[in-house]
């Protein structure tokens, strides 16, 4: 049923304003939401952004030929969902503006179909029939039908239905399965019998695994990364594991297993269709960052710059092995670190990295030199777990910088033995999106006082995000951690724990939150506070990210509000309040990321923070600010 208005007005006509669609309303809705049913339709007003545009008109355009075929939408959106003899008509009202109008659609539901009867049948041989009576997911599925009695008979759920059961039978060796479910619909009752028809078809292992595409990535290598085994059961959620495994090995570009077509019998063959990386490859890239370092203005200016280059051989010995040679180059970082992976161990799920390193690093406080190796187990458990274990064996050689008196640490020769072990875990994890994730650490170094400095440090990183609507997501995140043992009184300046920066605590710059001691020029004046670490921090992070697509393309802001401290020791935790910083920033989603702008305030500063020194002011008010560009959200 039908009900039409007139959509143009004469005072429109002689605007010359074509009427907009400024709101769309849904009654007589009891069912499903009003939001639930405006996702169906074509019609939508302008978002609450864009009604804040006053130079221009915006608004989609009013077509009465568009709002008839949302009624029809509607309807069937109703019908696929058990109600077979839902009523839709239209209206349309003129707001306060002779070419703002509303569009409102009137709902009549009835009664659904509801389900009367359900059967199961499966049709197999004996020996599979004894099999599939006996497996207990497939018992589990038999008892738990999605379709129940007395439930709304809904086709739009048949599609997904029928391909959830052929995949239960499929992950049991069944490579064949079919499943079809049928109705039959008593229009007069409002009742649907439903019957779920199988057909599993035969059970099959793998037999040959053909490569189709290698070149120099040996074909068993290319099979072994897949994990399947010959004559073992066929799975879909295998062939699922193994297209994953596979992809993403760093040999190949791109990597697809496919069933060529063959008899269905107890054999199965599979096809990998694979093309390769390049064997060798050089990468250089560079960038721009740390706006704090100016600290002479423009003559400093080249400390904004980095850069770095790669060189990598893949298929090192013709296993898939991999050589890396990367040097980074800053006027704070300078490194060059070999790495040597092997992609596969004892399984698919296993690498092992071999990674010696040297490099030179010009912190604020502090300079050190180090060289070492470190080497890392990884274990990929499933997509959501990753697991890993590492050992490091350092020299260092730091010196504290910018001191008027000589400290206990002024110069230090260490070595640093240490074992790592970390975790990353995420549910229904989107990257920026939704989702959660966790990952803990913990080192322990000198375990066998092998170390000239033996301590133990833990932590744990935890972040939130949750899309509250199209275009907006809460991020948070809670990120701890301690030296919660340590048998030298005095540690390092580098191992100590330090916060602050573009991807914490924004109100402050990299590493400068928390205890700080001063610096001095050659004449012995006051020149500028330098952060000492602790043995303690914690920091939070409450940002709303705003898409702006809508009136800026690729635009986005964000604001926020991150707190944290860092502590000398765990005693001075309750004398040591958190600090705050506040402010707000701006996205572009470049090619190569988002590219991010943020200030924020210091809510709290301490008169170090503030560069107040015995009293006297040696600032300005830019102390109060941190100023942040980076690529990439903060987190």
């Known amino acids: 049923m039908l009900c039409f208005s007139s959509s143009v007005h004469a005072q429109d006509e002689e605007d010359g304003v074509m009427p907009r669609v400024w709101k769309v309303s849904i009654e007589g809705n009891e069912t499903f939401e009003g939001i639930v049913i405006k996702n169906q339709i074509s019609n939508e007003p302008p978002s609450a952004l864009k009604k804040m545009i006053f130079w221009k008109i915006v608004g989609m355009r009013l077509n009465e030929n568009e709002v008839r075929r949302d009624v029809i939408r509607i309807e069937r959106f109703y019908q696929r969902r058990g109600f077979d003899d839902v009523r839709v008509s239209y209206r349309i009202e003129t707001l306060n503006k002779d070419w703002r109008k509303e569009v409102i659609f009137e709902i009549i539901e009835n009664s659904p179909l509801r389900i009367q009867n359900v059967e199961f049948t499966i049709s197999s041989n004996k020996a599979d029939s004894s099999f599939i009576r006996d497996n207990e997911s497939i018992s589990n599925l038999r008892q738990n039908l999605p379709y129940k009695v007395g439930q709304r008979y809904e ?62 990535f040996h074909e068993r290598y290319v099979v072994r990364e897949t994990g399947i085994q010959q004559g073992e059961i066929f799975s879909e959620r295998k062939i699922r594991d193994a297209q994953r495994e596979i992809f993403s090995h760093h040999m190949l570009r791109f990597a697809l297993i ?88 004892f399984n698919t799920r296993s690498s092992l990295n071999l990674s010696p390193f040297w490099e030179h690093n010009l912190e604020p406080s502090y300079e050190i030199y180090r060289g070492g190796i470190t080497t890392s187990f990884l274990y990929q458990y ?128 990299r590493q400068e939150l928390g205890p700080k001691r001063p610096v001095f020029n050659d004449d012995g004046e006051f020149a500028r506070y330098v952060p000492v670490g602790g043995h303690a921090t914690v920091s939070f992070n409450t940002e709303v990210r705003f898409n702006l697509d809508d009136l800026i393309k690729r635009f986005g802001m964000a604001v926020f509000l991150d707190g944290g401290q860092v502590w000398r020791n765990f005693t001075d935790i309750g004398s040591t309040p958190v600090q705050f910083g506040v402010g707000g920033g701006f996205r572009y989603q470049s090619p190569i990321g988002p590219i991010r ?39």
């Open 155 to 216: 086709i739009v759920n048949k599609a997904e239905i029928e391909g959830r059961i052929e995949g239960l039978f499929k992950n049991q060796g069944y490579p064949y399965a079919e499943s079809t479910i049928e109705a039959t619909i008593d229009s007069a009752s409002k009742t649907a019998s439903v019957t779920f028809q199988n057909d599993p078809g035969p059970r099959a292992r793998f037999d040959s695994i053909l490569v189709d595409g290698a070149e120099n």
């Open 382 to 509: 499933s997509s959501d777990f990753t697991g890993s274990v590492s050992y490091e064996f350092s020299e260092n050689n730091e010196s504290t910088q910018n001191s008027q008196v000589t400290l206990p640490d002024s110069l230090v020769m260490y070595n640093v033995s240490s074992f790592n072990l970390s975790a990353y875990y995420t549910k229904n994890f989107r990257r920026g999106k939704r989702g959660w994730s966790i990952q803990p650490f913990w080192d322990l170094s000198g375990l066998f006082g092998e170390s000239t400095f033996s301590f133990q440090k833990a932590g744990l990183d935890t972040r939130k995000f949750s899309q509250l609507t199209d275009n907006i997501v809460l991020a948070k995140r809670l990120n701890f951690s301690g030296i919660y043992y340590s048998k030298q009184d005095s540690l390092p300046s580098d191992i100590r724990i330090y916060n602050g920066g573009t991807n914490s605590v924004r109100g402050w710059n």
């Open 258 to 345: 496919s069933l060529p077509d063959q008899p269905q019998d107890s054999t199965l063959n599979v096809l990998i269709r694979v093309r390769e990386m390049p064997q060798r490859s050089v990468q250089l890239q560079g960038g721009i960052g740390n706006l704090t370092r100016l600290d002479d203005g423009l003559s400093d200016f080249y400390k904004l710059f980095r850069g770095q280059a790669s060189w990598t051989h893949r298929n090192v010995r013709g296993r898939g092995e991999r050589f890396n040679i990367t040097g980074t180059v800053s006027a704070i970082e300078q490194r060059l670190a070999l790495n040597y992976l092997f992609p596969y161990l």
């Open 597 to 635: 702008v943020d200030l924020a305030y210091k809510v709290n500063p301490t008169d170090e923070d503030l560069r107040i020194y015995q009293g006297q002011e040696h600032g300005s008010a830019w102390n109060r600010w941190g100023l942040h560009f980076s690529i990439g959200q903060a987190f």
